[in-house]
């Protein structure tokens, strides 16, 4: 982008195209260069690096004017004058230059950053004791007036004038490095003003962009999972309501062999419902459009909630199902419905896989969650490794998993005992869809051992909104 | 980097990032001092009244190699203020390689982390991942109490890819390690690229040692690089992408 102000930051930061002109003011230039000529009497000329006088602090001393007056005067001045010019000095080491009066000029370099950006030229002057010169005469000077012209002449030894133009270079450097910062800072605010605009204006683009996409998406969402379920539920909705008619004996009667058929039907039909419920609720997980309406909960309610839920099945089997919790825990920022259907779901699990007379505990302690790694690992040694949330222990007594398959029961569709004569029932979806939820509060699922029989799954859930990996 | 091949002057621009007061001016401070008056200029600080960096710090370096190359570094500061989001993006355009200047408090560690996203979300913006740019941590900030451990460092700079540094800015300690450090790896990535050392006969671990020698650490290259105490000092070299 040349010409714009990041483009501009880099040259006048990282390359050479800072100029004197550009860092000083002409007119405070002329005004420290007269100061100078007024303090110490010789005259000051300022060059740019490319030859423009910037700042002229001289007056013609009257030896300099007698010369003018004759040809060949002015023509020897001239040689003096391209003379001064065409000297390089070094950075730090001014040049001395003699003149054809016998007066001297000292010129050094005006450098910034180790770059040269002009020239700065003292003189005539004349040395302490020096004569001026023979050659005057054949210059067709009258000679009768060389001595007091001569003695106008400012005197400065050339130690003198070396710390003159030292002391002038300093003085120069620090102008030059106050007119440098003070344009960075100019052109960094600008800079900067220009980049939050061209965010903002960014950012609300994307946002527009989104903004409609998600309409979009919306529509076409809710168009399809409307039409799946509405497709899906209507016939099964008769299957199950016209069974369950059969079964209550509304169409007449019918033999126990027959009842026991159309209860088969009406139970699988139940069964395949919640299969569609639940394959509506993955393919929302999945493609990210279920939300969550999370806030700060209160994680103990919504345990003991589901408790009572299940309380009369538990009964029912033999099973004893309790709730142990901490005091005083922290909330964690989760949508309570879904920590619901999680809980439910591990607990239903539990109590299906339990015997008579086994139990099923839900613990509720603090705990600390580990952070993940980053996806290539860089810059972890920068984050906390830890940070505290909530543990939910769904603890019982039944048959509990394998080893080898407690990864793979939360994968969707998998059943331990994969058996068509298997004991007990399920779609194989529910851990699967409890896995996600989990994922989708940024929370972890894991499965273990209970001693001496039984399985515990722990669902961590963290407490702070912010999440930073 | 900027070549200027008639010139024949090379400028590098190093970036210290880092979450607000972690020390970043105070390491540029710090490498001010311990360098030799021959080759560092002054350092511009354009800062709030209240002594907060406001744009950014900047401190030249010029180095002259004897076959006539001059090599001039720029180490920038950026502002490590929430907002000033933009200005850090505008600093940290082009550089060539960065310092993560991280406060070793246990109560900043959210904060040196939010910073770490920041410089990442920031890089992704020049189309740039940390896997392509030469990157140092240093944990500032050693002498306070209440700091992470040594041992805790240790244990996941070890997981971690970049070497990371300890520091104690505001004495000199581990400043001019942890500039040696990336100065290595971001010349030694920049060689890879550019083949400098062959363009200009020029000798890395000499400049190197130069370097750190006019900053006041004599003796072979090896002995500052061995400073960091985790990840590793490996170079990014462009078929690696």
């Not at chain 2, 970043?24 to 021959?38: E, F, I, M, P, Y």
Request: aromatic share 6%; with cysteine.
């Amino acid at each position: 982008m040349p010409g714009s102000p990041t483009a501009l930051l880099d040259e006048l930061t990282l390359g050479r195209a800072v100029e004197l002109e550009s860092l000083v003011d002409r007119g405070a230039l002329r005004e420290m260069a007269e100061s100078a000529h007024q303090l110490f009497g010789a005259s000051l000329r300022i060059f740019s690096q490319a030859g423009g006088l910037l700042a002229d602090a001289s007056s013609q001393p009257r030896l300099y004017a007698l010369l003018d007056q004759g040809q060949a005067g002015r023509t020897a001045l001239s040689a003096v004058v391209s003379g001064v010019k065409s000297v390089e000095p070094e950075p730090e080491h001014p040049a001395e230059v003699g003149c054809v009066t016998g007066a001297r000029y000292l010129v050094a370099s005006i450098s910034y950053d180790s770059h040269a950006l002009g020239r700065l030229i003292l003189g005539p002057y004349r040395e302490p004791g020096a004569a001026p010169s023979g050659s005057l005469r054949e210059l067709g000077l009258d000679m009768a007036q060389v001595p007091g012209a001569w003695a106008e002449l400012p005197e400065l030894s050339d130690q003198e004038a070396h710390r003159v133009v030292r002391h002038l270079s300093a003085v120069l450097d620090l102008i030059l490095f106050s007119g440098h910062k003070a344009l960075l800072t100019s052109n960094m605010h600008l800079a900067s003003v220009q980049e939050s605009y061209r965010e903002l204006a960014d950012k609300n683009a994307k946002l527009q962009h989104a903004f409609d996409r998600l309409k979009e998406l919306d529509r076409l969402k809710s168009n399809f999972l409307g039409t799946v379920s509405h497709e899906l539920r209507t016939p099964l909705t008769s299957i199950i309501g016209y069974s369950e008619m059969l079964r209550e004996g509304i169409a007449g009667e019918i033999s126990a062999e027959q009842k026991e058929f159309v209860q088969t039907i009406h139970a699988k039909g139940e069964q395949l419902l919640e299969l569609i419920k639940g394959l509506l609720d993955l393919s929302k997980l999945e493609s990210g459009t279920m939300s969550l309406r999370k806030s700060e909960i209160d994680v103990v309610p919504v345990v003991q909630d589901v408790a009572q839920t299940l309380a009369p099945a538990a009964r029912k089997k033999g099973v004893e199902i309790r709730v142990v919790s901490e005091t005083g825990l922290p909330t964690v920022w989760a949508d309570a419905e879904r920590v619901r259907q999680v809980l439910l779901n591990l607990s239903e699990n539990a109590l299906k896989f339990t015997p008579t007379e086994g139990s099923v505990t839900l613990t509720v302690r603090a705990s600390m969650i580990e952070r993940r790694a980053d996806e290539d690992g860089r810059g972890l040694v920068l984050f906390s490794t830890k940070r505290p949330a909530i543990e939910i222990r769904v603890v019982d007594t039944g048959i509990g998993v394998p080893d080898g398959e407690k990864e793979k029961v939360f994968d969707a569709f998998y059943q331990v005992d994969g058996s068509a004569t298997r004991e007990h029932e399920g779609t194989g979806l529910g851990l699967s869809i409890v896995r996600r939820l989990v994922d989708a509060h940024d929370g972890t699922v894991r499965v273990e051992d209970n001693t001496p029989t039984g399985a515990v799954f722990v669902v961590t859930i963290p407490c702070r909104r912010t999440t930073i990996a | 980097m900027q070549l200027d091949f008639s010139a024949r002057e090379l400028t590098i621009k190093l970036v210290y990032y880092g979450p607000a007061l972690s020390g970043k001016t105070t390491n540029l401070h710090s490498l001010h001092r311990a360098a030799d008056q021959g080759i560092v200029g002054r350092l511009m600080t354009l800062e709030t009244r209240d002594d907060r960096t406001l744009f950014f710090d900047l401190l030249p370096f010029t180095f002259r190699d004897k076959g006539g190359l001059s090599v001039r570094l720029k180490v920038f500061t950026v502002p490590g203020q929430v907002i000033h989001a933009s200005t850090r993006r505008l600093v940290l355009q082009g550089a060539d390689g960065i310092a993560f200047i991280a406060d070793s408090q246990v109560a900043e560690t959210e904060n040196n982390a939010t910073a770490f996203v920041d410089l990442k979300e920031n890089l992704k913006t020049y189309g740039l991942t940390l896997k392509q740019i030469p990157l140092i941590i240093q944990f500032n900030k050693r002498d306070l109490a209440a700091v992470r451990s040594d041992e805790e460092i240790a244990a996941l700079a070890a997981q971690g890819r970049e070497p990371v540094y300890l520091a104690v800015a505001t004495r000199g300690d581990g400043v001019v390690e942890s500039f040696i450090g990336l100065l290595y790896l971001t010349w030694s990535a920049l060689d890879a690229e550019h083949d400098l050392n062959r363009k200009f006969g020029f000798d890395s671990t000499a400049f190197l040692e130069s370097v750190a020698k006019k900053l006041g650490h004599d003796g072979p290259l090896s002995d500052v690089l061995a400073a960091c105490v985790g990840g590793a000092l490996e170079v990014l070299r462009p078929e690696a992408e």
